[in-house]
């Protein structure tokens, strides 16, 4: 309940600039920044930015639906492993070294599945919001699919590409897009502001995450 009244103050994007401010601020710092043992990425605030997409994807309406689902259940999945022992998954990188020590990071619903397409999710996010912000005037429908294009769709397989393209009926249109992210009495400019702002503090931590993903052979999987 805390949390949705702070999105209320301002919007999920504000919100989702706090938390990324906060992880920024967690980062560690030294000389061994290179090496994957010295990757934090804490996993409450990962998955509270994640959180706060699933809302900014909402105002897109039914279009976003599968894909929010799909967010949705990969972060329940990481929050109850979390939950399970929290002093211990602290660090989403920890998550990844346990099951690939196992061997089940690549089998099933795996935690490193759902941080994959999690973080997949943010990069069509981040695409989403740079073209809005790039030319507001761009339909819908071509912003999403571009988007669409260069960040999920090499991943997904033809029940996944199938799914989207009928979503792709459904869009709104780009001002009342626009209009749903902006909280009340907010202008355009400031909107612009905050998405720049947002991107521009997502797109550094995304290239960490990438990276990690590389590094455990993560980064290639796609789905069905």
Excluded at 18 to 28: F, N, T, V, Y
Excluded at 93 to 104: C, T
Aim: proline share 4%; glycine share 4%; aromatic share 6%.
């Amino acid at each position: 309940m805390k949390r949705s009244r702070e999105v209320e103050k301002g919007s999920e994007i504000e919100s989702a600039i706090k938390e990324l401010s906060m992880l920024i601020e967690l980062k560690p710092t030294g000389d061994n920044l290179d090496s994957a043992t010295a990757v934090h990425i804490p996993t409450r605030l990962f998955l509270n930015v994640c959180n706060l997409v699933i809302q900014v994807l909402d105002k897109i309406g039914p279009t976003m639906a599968v894909l929010r689902q799909d967010i949705y259940q990969n972060i329940q999945r990481l929050e109850m492993l979390c939950d399970s022992d929290p002093s211990m998954y602290t660090n989403l990188v920890e998550i990844l070294k346990k099951e690939a020590g196992e061997g089940n990071a690549k089998k099933g619903a795996s935690c490193s599945k759902a941080f994959v397409w999690l973080a997949r999710s943010l990069d069509f996010t981040v695409a989403l919001l740079e073209r809005l912000a790039a030319d507001p005037g761009q339909k819908m429908e071509q912003l999403v699919e571009e988007s669409y294009s260069i960040t999920l769709k090499p991943w997904h397989g033809w029940i996944s590409a199938a799914a989207y393209k009928v979503s792709l009926k459904l869009l709104p249109d780009n001002k009342t897009f626009i209009n749903l992210l902006m909280p009340k009495d907010e202008t355009y400019d400031t909107l612009k502001e905050h998405m720049q702002t947002f991107i521009s503090l997502l797109v550094p931590f995304l290239e960490e995450i990438h990276s990690i993903l590389k590094l455990y052979g993560l980064d290639r999987l796609k789905s069905t």
